[in-house]
């Protein structure tokens, strides 16, 4: 069966080593998601656009160069707006599903999509403000109990918070 292991951090550089290490560790890019808030993406749209309108819908394709670095090679990377939380960039298997709510505008943004995928609705609640507070969601998906270990570990050495195991009940895999 499918889990995933959830953490969150502060920083991108905390994230960028978390995720290095993840993969040093034998996990490939398919395997993990990470969940940004766009700041940057907020204030270039501000400013070139003068509206907010397509909050909701799809942001763009240019996330991957805005990421850059080890989070740049990440499967799936895309930007994306999600109704009340404004504009991420997700990478990984938790894309496609949080590319179908935001394209949706799906009721439950973020927690919607999260309780979706099989995590329980308090941890899903946890996360998004944890997000919408400028934090970082990386998961880690995995079907053996070792690599579950592996991540954990991972997780807690980098000083990630909040680190969880759920059971997934759709992650869809990434495709390159």
């Known amino acids: 069966m499918k ?4 953490g969150i951090v502060e920083t991108r550089e905390q994230a960028e080593r978390t995720v290095s290490t993840l993969q040093s560790r ?6 993990i998601s990470v969940l940004l808030p766009d700041k940057r993406g907020t204030q270039d749209f501000a400013h070139a656009q003068h509206t907010k309108a397509p909050e909701g819908g799809l942001a763009g394709a ?11 090679l990440l499967a799936g990377i895309g930007a994306l707006a999600i109704p009340g939380l404004g504009p991420l960039i997700a990478a990984g298997p938790v ?12 009721v439950g943004g973020l927690t919607g999509a999260l309780v979706g995928m099989g995590i329980p609705e308090i941890e899903a609640k946890m ?3 944890k997000v919408r507070g400028g934090n970082i969601l990386i998961a880690v998906h995995t079907e053996s109990a ?4 592996v991540a954990d570990d991972v997780f807690r050495i980098a000083g990630a ?4 195991t759920t059971t997934e ?8």
Not at 161 to 164: A, G, L, P
């Open 3 to 6: 889990k995933a292991v959830i």
């Open 26 to 31: 034998g996990f490939g890019a398919n395997d």
């Open 62 to 72: 240019g996330a991957g160069g805005v990421l850059g670095g080890t989070l740049g």
């Open 95 to 106: 894309m496609a599903t949080l590319s179908g709510v935001a394209a949706g505008a799906a």
């Open 127 to 129: 996360y998004e403000g």
């Open 146 to 149: 070792e690599a579950r270990k």
């Open 161 to 164: 918070r909040d680190v969880s």
């Open 169 to 176: 009940a759709g992650v869809p895999s990434a495709r390159r």
